[in-house]
């Protein structure tokens, strides 16, 4: 390790210091402190960040990472034999091996980069389903899936004539799972289903949907794209045969982002894209495949956005995780009751077990004047149908207004995102 990579860690575990302690002792201000976005004012109020879900915000220390390596290691990766290459690679591969950490799999190469989720699942799609999925199979998903992991199914569906099967929920959206089990069978080729719903919150029991397809020797792909920011992952105690990750949901730059994937499988998929790095030979006659991971990371890669993961992942260790996490619940219990008092605001998405997310409609206002009314006193949230058009029609509501909370959020925001919703309902009343 480099001097300058020294200090880089040394920044990076000063929070830690801070935010170490139960959830009554976490350092919210002290954390806040390492995200410089935070520090704006906008419409001449401070910055009220409850859009998380959509993209988290950035640490001074992954910042920090991604401009030391474009100042002092810019560079291609894997094909240099010059100074400069072999630093950019190792920060690269380093980075990598954090990711193996970060969801305990069993080997760095099992970790494949990608931009991000869709990105990943479409890779799964193209890899595994297109070479094992054939006519009359069936692929399960759920019901609150986002769209980049129902579309892709779709067209694969479409192309090699199987069907989509979807897992039901109820009224709180919970996945119903007598009903899973009854679509398990041997037509089923794979089950793909969210951990964290980004439109309702739900945190669904994965390690159990993973082991009921099991029993029928179904291979399991889980969107992780919400649950990596607020849950500890360990792909190998889940069970999951296919894990995704995005970065730019937890506090890494976009761009980055992660296929897990069981090297068994792997090994016998078909590659995603084909070009440079992901190959061992090439003539004209045949091509040979690069092992994993190259032969899943064709061309140039986004470089300085994996690196600036690996940076996070060193951010999220310094920090103490299961007081971050607890904070995080208590928000939500907060908003959650807060919102719950205010006379004409309905909660969508009340499953007993949920992370960081709070869906919600007001009687007479549009979600997006919901939205725009809260811009207009400097709170950031989502108002739309999240990507989850299903979820909006299941619900029967258009579109909802979402706040999503990450472990840098202060119970004072939670009072201003409930003053600004009662404005909005005075201003439309
Ligand atoms: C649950 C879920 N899956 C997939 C995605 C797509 O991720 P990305 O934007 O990284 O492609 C999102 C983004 O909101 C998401 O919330």
């Not at 007479?364 to 006193?377: A, C, F, K, R, Y």
Request: aromatic share 6%.
């Amino acid at each position: 390790m480099s001097a300058t990579e020294k200090s880089v860690t040394t920044e990076t575990t000063r929070p830690a210091e801070a935010a170490r302690g139960g959830a009554d002792s976490f350092d919210v201000e002290r954390v806040r402190r390492d995200f410089p976005v935070l520090r704006q004012t906008v419409n001449g109020k401070p910055l009220v960040y409850l859009d998380n879900a959509a993209s988290s915000q950035v640490p001074q220390v992954v910042i920090d990472r991604g401009g030391k390596y474009l100042r002092e290691e810019h560079s291609n990766i894997h094909r240099g034999v010059h100074y400069l290459s072999q630093r950019a690679t190792s920060a690269y591969e380093g980075a990598r091996e954090k990711v193996r950490r970060f969801i305990n799999a069993r080997d760095a190469k099992e970790c494949i980069f990608v931009r991000g989720c869709t990105e990943g699942i479409n890779l799964v799609m193209h890899g595994y389903g297109r070479k094992f999925v054939s006519e009359g199979d069936e692929i399960i998903v759920s019901a609150m899936e986002h769209h980049a992991n129902i579309v892709p199914w779709q067209m694969l569906c479409e192309e090699k004539g199987a069907r989509l099967r979807v897992i039901p929920m109820n009224d709180a959206g919970e996945l119903l799972l007598d009903e899973y089990d009854a679509l398990l069978n041997e037509r089923t080729k794979l089950v793909a289903v969210m951990h964290v719903s980004n439109a309702l919150g739900t945190v669904n029991p994965v390690k159990e949907i993973v082991a009921r397809a099991h029993r029928h020797g179904v291979p399991v792909l889980v969107d992780g794209a919400q649950a990596a920011p607020h849950l500890k992952i360990d792909v190998q105690d889940l069970g999951a045969d296919f894990y995704i990750i995005s970065g730019h949901k937890m506090f890494a730059p976009t761009g980055s982002g992660v296929v897990y994937g069981r090297a068994e499988l792997l090994e016998k998929m078909n590659p995603f894209l084909g070009g440079g790095d992901m190959i061992r030979t090439v003539t004209f006659e045949k091509t040979t495949y690069a092992g994993l991971p190259n032969k899943f990371e064709a061309g140039t890669p986004a470089i300085a956005s994996q690196i600036g993961l690996g940076a996070a992942i060193d951010y999220l260790n310094s920090i103490d995780r299961d007081a971050a996490l607890a904070h995080e619940r208590e928000l939500l219990t907060y908003a959650t009751e807060l919102l719950s008092t205010i006379s004409g605001v309905r909660i969508v998405g009340t499953a007993r077990e949920k992370a960081s997310v709070v869906s919600f409609v007001i009687e007479s206002v549009h979600p997006h004047d919901v939205g725009t009314i809260l811009d207009q006193e400097g709170i950031a949230i989502r108002a739309g149908h999240h990507c989850a058009q299903p979820v909006m029609q299941r619900f029967k509501v258009p579109a909802t207004a979402r706040a999503s909370f990450a472990f840098y959020n202060t119970k004072d925001e939670v009072d201003a995102l409930a003053v600004a919703v009662e404005k909005c309902i005075e201003v439309f009343s």
